[in-house]
């Protein structure tokens, strides 16, 4: 069961490594572009289920997001980061125009079809480059394409879940 606190959180990406000598650490990010990732100040990083919120500033440089957290100033320092993940309170997101979704919002919705066949919950999304995919884990695993008033016919947030028009075959 998640927490209260859970739902609060977003997971936007980890430590991978330091960069430098003075504290700096390569991030992998998860947000669009990768280097938003620097613009969710503060960062709550997640060590061996401890949370700490943390003051971040950094930038892209080359295909590496370069993150510096405020008080690690040295490589020493930045090593005990690595690993950590770094998470968000969603209220730090700003707010999308009406028929827009975070994938976070998706995630562990209930779908299913106009015939009312349960086709079990949202597992995760796929970038696929033409149209995002959702990948929904219930009898079996099925790959619907993300296109709204084509496929995706509804998305209630209030009620968890998501009405699709999608044969159960596919």
């Known amino acids: 069961m998640a927490s209260h606190d859970d739902e609060e959180?977003?997971?936007?990406?980890?430590?991978?490594?330091?960069?430098?000598?003075?504290?700096q650490l390569k991030v992998y990010s998860l947000t669009d572009p990768r280097e938003n990732i620097v613009n969710y100040s503060p960062w709550l990083l997640e060590r061996q289920g401890q949370y700490s919120e943390h003051k971040v500033?950094?930038?892209?440089?080359?295909?590496?997001?370069?993150?510096?957290?405020?008080?690690?100033?040295?490589?020493?320092?930045?090593?005990?980061?690595?690993?950590a993940r770094i998470y968000i309170r969603r209220e730090q997101?700003?707010?999308?125009?009406?028929?827009?979704?975070?994938?976070?919002?998706?995630v562990g919705l209930q779908v299913d079809n106009l015939e009312g066949e349960d086709f079990g919950r949202v597992d995760h999304l796929i970038e696929t480059g033409a149209?995002?995919?959702l990948v929904v884990r219930g009898e079996r695993e099925r790959l619907i394409p993300w296109l709204p008033d084509d496929v995706v016919r509804e998305v209630d947030l209030q009620q968890g879940r998501i009405l699709v028009d999608w044969d159960a075959d596919f």
């Open 9 to 23: 959180r977003i997971e936007v990406g980890r430590v991978l490594g330091v960069h430098g000598l003075r504290g």
């Open 57 to 83: 500033s950094g930038n892209r440089i080359g295909k590496n997001v370069v993150a510096r957290i405020e008080g690690v100033d040295s490589r020493e320092q930045a090593e005990d980061w690595i690993g």
């Open 93 to 106: 997101l700003p707010r999308l125009p009406g028929g827009e979704y975070y994938w976070s919002q998706l």
């Open 131 to 133: 149209n995002d995919v």
